[in-house]
């Protein structure tokens, strides 16, 4: 059987956590326009969160060997 190609741009920005394979990302709106935002708006978008499940299985299409 060939080798399946990672999506590069994926695993640059998810991880995996735990034992039972959930996925990990950063939160968006946190690059750019930071003056307007409030500093308890910024700090909530620094946390990383779970992946939806629905998510999840798009991601790990794109990330064969995770």
């Known amino acids: 059987m060939y080798k399946l190609k990672t999506r590069k741009a994926a695993s640059k920005r998810y991880k995996a ?3 039972n394979k959930k996925i990990s990302r950063r939160k968006a ?3 750019h326009l930071l003056q307007k935002k409030s500093t308890n708006r ?3 978008l620094s946390q990383t969160v779970i992946a939806s ?3 999840t299985k798009k991601i790990y299409l ?3 060997y995770l």
């Open 29 to 31: 709106f946190k690059s």
């Open 17 to 19: 956590v735990g034992d």
């Open 62 to 64: 794109m990330l064969p």
């Open 42 to 44: 910024k700090r909530q």
């Open 53 to 55: 499940p629905g998510d």
